[in-house]
C-alpha cells in the first residue's frame, strides 16, 4: 500500500524557517518524482516544487525561487522541504505528492500525481 506521511508544519512568524518532510512507503522511492502542492481555502491546489529522486533534479515555482528548497533522502525514502523567509502569503495546507519518474519534474498538475499525503498545514503569522 502506498502511503505518503507529511509532517513539520506549525505556526511561525513572517521571516521563520520550516523543513516539512515527507515519509513514503509501499513503492520504489528512486522511481518516482515528488512534489509538494499547497492549497487555501477557495483557492485551486498549487505546485510549489518537485524533485526527481533518481537524480535529484528539481523544479520551483517562481513564487518560491531562492527560498524553498527541496530535498530527499533516499535510505529513509523521505522528502523534505526546507522554507526559509516565509511569508503570510505562504499559508496554506502543504501537500506531498508522488508519481513515478515517467512525468517530468515541471509537470505540477495535480491530477497528474497519482498518490497524496494527508497534508500539513503552515501558518505564518505577519
Known amino acids: 500500500e502506498v502511503q505518503l506521511v507529511e509532517s513539520g508544519g506549525d505556526l511561525v512568524q513572517a521571516g521563520g524557517s520550516l523543513r516539512l518532510s515527507c515519509a513514503a512507503s509501499?513503492?520504489?522511492?528512486?522511481?518516482?518524482?515528488i512534489g509538494w502542492f499547497r492549497q487555501v481555502p477557495g483557492k485551486e491546489r498549487e505546485g510549489v516544487t518537485s524533485?526527481?529522486?533518481?537524480?535529484?533534479?528539481?523544479y520551483y515555482a517562481d513564487s518560491v525561487k531562492g527560498r524553498f528548497t527541496i530535498s530527499s533522502d533516499n535510505a529513509k525514502n523521505t522528502a523534505y522541504l526546507q522554507m526559509n523567509d516565509l511569508h503570510p502569503e505562504d499559508t496554506a495546507v502543504y501537500y506531498c505528492?508522488?508519481?513515478?519518474?515517467?512525468?517530468?519534474?515541471?509537470?505540477?498538475?495535480?491530477?497528474?500525481?497519482?498518490?497524496w499525503g494527508q497534508g500539513t498545514q503552515v501558518t505564518v503569522s505577519s
Open positions: 524533485i526527481r529522486i533518481r537524480d535529484g533534479g528539481a
Open positions: 505528492a508522488a508519481e513515478s519518474s515517467v512525468i517530468g519534474i515541471a509537470d505540477m498538475v495535480p491530477v497528474d500525481f497519482g498518490y
Open positions: 509501499g513503492f520504489t522511492f528512486d522511481d518516482y518524482v
